[in-house]
């Protein structure tokens, strides 16, 4: 059966929520299982949605993987892809504790990643979210081409929300029930995570980011590819103007961020990357 994990006893219980697509790269998904094997805290249990069908590489990363917990590696399938949101949302079920922390399947957390997580809820168990900052690598862990920095506190965060995504996704800690409450994960385009952040701060939810790096996240040019679907167009209309309504954002900073979003979309991907390389993901820390 192989080596089974040796768990640390955790006074706060929480799961690692993921999902795989036939798409990505075995490689890099043993990697990033392996980077939560090898957290000073290891979690409870790991909720690993394949949406859709996979190869069968994927599938031997995931069987080998599976053998180190011991019963507490769950893999939910999904008869066809479905997209991200919605496979959250159906891995959101299985999760039986109040904590969930987010993980795609090609990045690498650090190694006290769920320690620093779980210290800030330990002192404060009201907060809804706790995100980070995160690196950006190609290639290697080794080397680095930028960061994606993001505010701190509450109040920085809601303000920041009016104009990008004010958390680095595949690096929150959720409160599962506010995440409930809140709608929870649902199908927004390449926006389902931003919706989901204005939905939780629209309802009063404490959040924070910290200043650590929290995770090495894998880039190459097909990420800013997918940023320029145009089917992401409407869901930009529907964002801005739920943040409208809900008091997240007045009507000139909808109108700019509406305008700024669009033509994100809009330019082409090599222009998309040289804004993303040059101004905004940061090339010091």
Not at 194 to 201: A, E, K, T, V
Request: hydrophobic letters at 35%; charged letters at 25%; aromatic letters at 10%.
């Amino acid at each position: 059966m192989g080596e089974i994990l040796v768990k640390i006893v955790n006074k706060i219980p929480f799961s690692v929520l993921m999902s795989v697509y036939k798409k990505e790269c075995p490689e890099y998904l043993d990697q990033s299982i392996s980077s939560i094997e090898a957290q000073t805290l290891t979690p409870n249990e790991i909720i690993l949605v394949k949406d859709g069908p996979i190869g069968s590489e994927l599938s031997k990363i995931i069987e080998k993987h599976s053998k180190k917990f011991d019963g507490q590696f769950k893999i939910i399938s999904l008869p066809v892809n479905q997209g991200l949101g919605e496979a959250l949302r159906q891995g959101t079920k299985y999760v039986t504790t109040d904590w969930i922390m987010r993980m795609d399947t090609d990045d690498i957390c650090v190694d006290n990643r769920f320690e620093l997580q779980l210290n800030v809820i330990k002192h404060d168990p009201d907060i809804a979210v706790v995100g980070g900052q995160i690196d950006e690598f190609k290639n290697s862990p080794d080397n680095i081409i930028g960061f994606r920095k993001v505010p701190e506190t509450t109040r920085q965060i809601k303000k920041y929300l009016k104009w990008r995504c004010p958390f680095n996704h595949p690096t929150v800690l959720i409160n599962k029930n506010k995440l409930i409450a809140a709608g929870g994960y649902q199908k927004f385009g390449t926006f389902e995570d931003y919706y989901l952040w204005c939905r939780m701060i629209a309802k009063g939810y404490l959040v924070k980011n910290l200043s650590n790096v929290l995770v090495h996240m894998r880039v190459d040019d097909s990420l800013y590819q997918r940023r320029g679907d145009l089917g992401n167009i409407k869901y930009v209309f529907k964002l801005q103007a739920y943040m409208y309504r809900h008091h997240l954002a007045n009507p000139i900073s909808c109108l700019l961020g509406l305008n700024i979003k669009i033509f994100n979309i809009l330019v082409s991907g090599r222009t998309r990357k040289l804004i993303y390389r040059k101004v905004i993901h940061k090339r010091e820390y």
